[in-house]
């Protein structure tokens, strides 16, 4: 993941999209970028959890550490037998001296995107709401006392990344996906996305994961669409109730996912929702 990508059409297939994205350069949150180098600054004194915390809420910093890690186990699979499923465990895995000699001073999203201040609105926004929704099925999942939590957390906070990595790249067919959709309410994300790119978000991003050997359990979690899956059925309300509340909580689609938060966890509708605002 290297060079500087910026597409101005579609790509002619899901092969040539996942190529142009497995090996283009990925920007983080310029917080993480800023406290990276400080914590470089000051490496004697950096653990694995502390690193992890630090990118648990930038899912693109996340995604390029967990796809390191899974390029290091292809080149030393006799020495690195374990395939780490959240980016603490990675890390623990990595050593912090190998992790900050891999990882030089990050490039930021306001540098990807400068002078496309719609594009990096965008970015932003879907980048709030993964953070979000990472939070809202890790409440879910200790509620369930889910020994999986940490990695239905990064499901979560994954589950949009070639959404992001769309923004980040192609940010003006981003856009045109964003003014089909808000021009028409009643037009599928799936059918926008495959009228102007020719393939679907959600396709590219599960051969994305296939291509960068991302751990299996990660993968089944943030691409199933089996609701009867109690992990699954965590992330994608999770992920449903940020989409809908991103922009408040009058939304129509808001009382179906309560009703369907309260019965996953047990709890009343009025319990449910007051233990979304507490992790809001």
């Avoid at 009025?270 to 992790?279: G, I, R, Y």
């Amino acid at each position: 993941m290297s060079d500087r990508l910026r597409l101005n059409a579609p790509l002619p297939s899901l092969d040539a999209w996942v190529e142009a994205f497995a090996t283009a350069e990925i920007p983080v949150l310029t917080d993480t970028a800023e406290t990276l180098e400080q914590m470089r600054a000051t490496e004697d004194d950096v653990d694995a959890h502390g690193l992890g915390e630090l990118m648990s809420t930038d899912p693109l910093m996340t995604l390029k550490v967990l796809a390191h890690v899974s390029e290091l186990r292809r080149s030393h699979s006799a020495g690195l037998h374990a395939a780490p499923e959240t980016v603490t465990a990675a890390l623990v895995l990595m050593g912090i001296t190998p992790f900050f000699r891999a990882f030089g001073p990050q490039p930021t999203m306001e540098e990807a995107l400068a002078g496309h201040d719609e594009a990096l609105i965008g970015l932003s926004r879907v980048m709030q709401r993964a953070e979000r929704a990472s939070r809202y099925a890790l409440a879910f999942a200790a509620h369930r006392a889910d020994p999986d939590a940490a990695i239905i957390h990064s499901a979560a906070l994954l589950h949009d990344f070639a959404e992001m990595l769309l923004w980040v790249h192609a940010p003006d067919l981003a856009l045109q996906i964003a003014t089909l959709q808000a021009a028409d309410r009643t037009l599928r994300s799936a059918a926008a996305q495959r009228q102007v790119l020719g393939v679907t978000l959600a396709d590219l991003e599960q051969a994305l994961m296939k291509r960068w050997r991302l751990p299996e359990l990660l993968t089944r979690i943030t691409g199933n669409k089996d609701e009867r899956d109690p992990q699954v059925r965590c992330v994608h309300l999770a992920v449903r109730v940020a989409r809908h509340t991103a922009r408040g909580w009058d939304d129509a689609g808001v009382p179906d996912d309560l009703h369907e938060i309260a019965e996953l966890l047990n709890l009343s509708e009025a319990h449910a929702l007051k233990l979304l605002h507490e992790f809001d």
